[in-house]
């Protein structure tokens, strides 16, 4: 029959898959076990079948949770050898995840763009249904690329709908997930269903199990089986779960005892084939086991057989079956699954630790491998598992603890606090050596860039790196770097900085080294800001082999204020972390190059860069760095003129940084602000916003970013008759710049020196500052050429102001930053010039990710080429392009070149 008071929620399915043609969705189905997930997958699957959809299926069971990708093969077993078939790099890492191939896997995410590229060309051919039952027990390494598909299916006919119970925590925003949620059936609808599943009742106890039952779909099926026990008043008092798997016990109870002994095993089985449970079985029973043993359980529906497979009738049977063996029981039970897998060695060394209770070196040695062998694939989280069971079972102190100390830097890597403070409580309930402990406490400060220690946390990580330096350099120089970064995202004062200097500059690098470099450049800019800049010089980006180096190289860079050379290192530490997978520290060097294109003034560029950091932020869950680039859209903005938007994001990132005490988001955003208020002509706002930043008592002050704030510093003070209320300021920068030779400070002292001056002095210094090399500073070259000519406006210069108002309208126009291009226009008319409106080009058109398409399209990449560059399908590339080029008024490839070549 139908499904019984489930219409709507079957109709708002059916709405879904009937617009997969158009665009794809992302569904979640939740509610309390027996509540009718299972059955409303499988009436959306029916009815997909029905409208010519392909479907996968995948079920999460709790036994094999620990599997990686164990849910992806279930998903991806029909596709049979086309799922690592063909000739895109990333198929050999699908291979290699689902044990085909022997290559490493640097991320999961490269997993879920293959595996996204793969169903995109299933769909080619029909629309895809991808049903995932029990999310709440897939293996951790499958829900991540299904998060990773389901964020980006939007353009592909493909529809993910998955089922958890309540409680579950979703990987996904409300945004990107629609959210059904099954309530307990309504009176009418329950009698409805108990009438049809037990049509003999008698009405008083017709009355008792749907009081019982409350609703629940499950409960009203298995409790009319055993109603005098359901009815009991104790049992009554019970929760409902936990009645239903009474009274699947009860069931068991009544099969026979080579039955139940094939059930049990099943129950405890990391894979379901017939062939290994009856083996297993065997093994433990000393008895011939097979079909026929199996044929009682069929028949009372407990489980059912697909070809040669074993399946519970539902996940509540398999837990309850758990729930009643005894420890020894159950060992033995687990020691006769490890009897018949020496083919599968992961699961046997799984199974062989389960039946063990005493500590066992051998056994946690096959654990550790099993976890090691399972981080290659790109599996982290059962990593983690896997290494916690061995250290349980670690015969050897030194060995156990060195375990959790690798579960835990695991986990830090996954994101999860929670785990790594219990791993570390573990490790750290004995004696530790001090590698041991320096490892401990820098993992424990491993997240929020180390915010939430307490104000000594750069003077303590550089004490515990130099403590293990001379035994473990390589651990010294990560806890040091930890200690760099947190001199960047709070201020621990001059004498903590100068602490971690002397502790890298004691470790005998050479001077080109990358670790060095970034560490001089995060603890002291300013000091070592011509040590750095001068050691870039010698180092040329290449094809960006080794991403991380290169990430580090572009924010050292950026730090002291060569921008430039930062946007240089960011581009080619980009190609080796996308090539990767590396998402994380991909969002950091896409972030790094954003905030050098806006401080350059290639807003084309910085729209594409940083919507793209922003969301790989938020998708690996990276609080902070979330929050910093939030901070960087609002700047960027205010540049495009867009107040509002400016200050919405500004405040979303203050409320992110502002309880963490983090200075960098509190810099930027109150830059953007500033930014923001100078766009729209409120300049003594402007003036308050920027004085902040360069205010050392002020929680936004930053020593290298106010760096870029000069010249906004000065404009602001000029316009509303405070000049003199900031040259005490621009005299410290003054005596900074003394010190650096960061260009992006020189270049703003130039200007900011001409504004500032009398009239005697400020044309040979516009003159000065204009006659300097500009070339890679187009915002601020622009901004000179506007101030120049509104100076020589007001003095009644006209006809000289024109030329310069003239470049900077047409400047600020290409660069996009319309403020202060309209600002030109105004200026010009008061010169007695007029100037047509700009035309909005394909940065006011598109969407940022559509721009960042745009821009990779016309430097002649295909379409195969760019989504693996942006982790999309390539139909998905192909639909985007199908939509912009209408926008943009094109045709063709070559056109979209012309466009996207008019905004550089």
């Known amino acids: 029959m139908d499904l019984v008071g489930r219409k709507a929620q079957l109709g708002s399915l059916r709405g879904i898959l009937s617009e997969a043609g158009s665009r794809g969705a992302a569904v979640l189905v939740r509610g309390a076990p027996g509540i009718g997930k299972t059955s409303l997958l499988a009436a959306t699957g029916a009815l997909a079948e029905s409208l010519g959809f392909r479907v996968l299926r995948a079920v999460g069971v709790e036994a094999e949770s620990d599997l990686p990708f164990g849910g992806l093969h279930q998903l991806l077993r029909p596709l049979g050898p086309a799922q690592t078939e063909g000739s895109a790099p990333h198929r050999l890492v699908l291979a290699a995840a689902l044990g085909h191939a022997e290559a490493e896997v640097p991320d999961v995410f490269m997993v879920g763009l293959a595996v996204l590229d793969l169903i995109a060309d299933v769909a080619a051919t029909a629309p895809v249904l991808i049903l995932t039952d029990d999310i709440q027990w897939l293996d951790d390494a499958t829900v991540s690329v299904l998060a990773f598909m389901a964020r980006r299916v939007g353009s592909e006919p493909v529809v993910m709908v998955g089922a958890a119970r309540d409680g579950y925590r979703s990987r996904l925003t409300p945004d990107e997930v629609t959210t059904v949620p099954l309530e307990p059936l309504s009176d009418d609808d329950a009698a409805a269903l108990l009438a049809d599943r037990a049509p003999g009742l008698r009405p008083a106890a017709r009355r008792r199990l749907l009081a019982a039952a409350a609703g629940n779909p499950l409960a009203l099926t298995e409790l009319s089986r055993t109603l005098g026990k359901a009815a009991d008043p104790d049992e009554t008092r019970l929760p409902l779960t936990e009645r239903l798997e009474r009274a699947f016990t009860d069931r068991l109870a009544t099969l026979p005892a080579g039955t139940r002994t094939i059930l049990r095993v099943a129950a405890l089985d990391n894979g379901s084939t017939l062939t290994e449970i009856f083996a297993a079985a065997r093994f433990l029973a000393g008895d011939a086991v097979g079909i026929a043993e199996l044929e009682p359980a069929l028949r009372a529906g407990l489980v059912s057989v697909d070809g040669i497979e074993l399946r519970f009738g539902h996940p509540l049977m ?437 504004l500032l001056s009398d009239d005697d002095a400020a044309e040979a210094l516009f003159e000065a500052a204009l006659g300097a090399d500009l070339a890679a500073w187009p915002l601020i070259r622009a901004r000179t050429h506007l101030a120049f000519g509104e100076w020589l406006r007001r003095r009644r210069r006209s006809v000289e102001s024109r030329d310069h108002l003239r470049v900077a309208r047409d400047m600020l126009d290409a660069l996009g930053a319309i403020p202060w291009g309209d600002k030109a226009r105004r200026e010009l008319r008061a010169a007695g010039e007029t100037s047509r409106r700009r035309d909005p080009d394909a940065r006011d058109q598109l969407t940022p990710h559509e721009l960042q398409i745009v821009q990779l399209a016309a430097e002649g990449l295909t379409n195969r080429e760019i989504g693996r560059q942006l982790y999309l399908s390539h139909r998905t590339v192909s639909s985007h392009l199908h939509r912009i080029f209408p926008k943009l008024g094109v045709v063709s490839r070559t056109e979209l070149r012309m466009v996207v070549g008019d905004l550089r």
Not at 425 to 450: I, K, M, N, P, Y
Request: aromatic letters at 4%; charged letters at 25%; a negative charge.
């Open 318 to 754: 398999r837990s309850a079956i758990q729930q009643t063996m005894p420890t020894a029981e159950r060992q033995a039970a687990h020691g006769a699954l490890a009897s018949v897998l020496d083919d599968h060695p992961d699961r046997h060394a799984r199974h062989r630790a389960a039946a063990t209770s005493a500590a066992d070196e051998t056994v946690a040695q096959a654990l550790e491998d099993v976890a090691l062998r399972a981080a290659r694939r790109g599996a982290v989280a059962e990593a983690v598992t896997s290494l916690e069971h061995a250290a349980a079972l670690s015969g050897d102190a030194a060995r156990r603890t060195e375990r959790l100390l690798r579960a835990a830097d695991y986990a830090v890597e996954l994101g999860r606090p929670e785990s790594v403070n219990r791993l570390l409580d573990h490790a750290q309930s004995t004696t530790l050596s001090a590698r041991q402990h320096a490892t401990a406490v820098w993992l424990r400060g491993s997240f929020d860039e180390g915010l939430g220690g307490h104000p000594g946390s750069v003077v303590s990580l550089t004490a515990l790196a130099e403590s293990v330096a001379a035994d473990d350099r390589a651990l010294a120089l990560r806890i040091l770097w930890s200690a760099a970064q947190l001199c960047f995202w709070s201020e621990p004062g001059p004498e903590a900085r100068h602490r971690v200097l002397n502790a890298v500059e004691g470790m005998a690098l050479d001077d080109l080294d990358p670790w060095r470099l970034a560490i001089c450049a995060y603890a002291a800019p300013v000091e070592r800001g011509a040590f750095v800049l001068n050691g870039i010089q010698d180092m040329t980006p290449n094809d960006g082999d080794d991403g991380r180096a290169y990430r580090m190289l572009s924010t050292a860079t950026l730090l002291a204020g060569g921008f430039d050379a930062a946007r240089a290192f960011a581009a080619s530490g980009s190609i080796g972390l996308r090539a990767q997978g590396r998402l994380g520290l991909l969002a950091r060097t896409a972030g790094a190059q954003a905030w050098s294109d806006i401080v350059v003034g290639d807003l084309g560029a910085a729209i594409s860069a940083t919507e793209e950091a922003r969301r790989l932020a938020r998708e690996t869950t990276q609080t902070m760095m979330y929050a910093l680039m939030t901070a960087i859209g609002a700047k960027l903005a205010a540049l495009r003129g867009d107040v509002d938007d400016a200050l919405r994001l500004a405040e979303e990132a203050e409320e992110i940084g502002l309880p963490a005490g983090a200075r960098p988001v509190l810099a930027i955003a109150l830059i953007a602000r500033g930014t923001a208020a100078l766009a729209a002509g409120r300049f003594e706002e402007a003036l308050d916003h920027f004085r902040r930043v360069h205010d050392p008592a002020d929680p936004a002050f930053q020593i290298a970013l106010r760096l870029t704030a000069v010249g906004d510093l000065v404009d602001a003070a000029m316009h509303c008759g405070r000049a003199e209320s900031v040259v005490p300021i621009v005299a410290e920068l003054e005596d900074i710049a003394a010190v650096t030779p960061a260009p992006v400070l020189h270049a703003e002292l130039r200007l900011a020196r001409a």
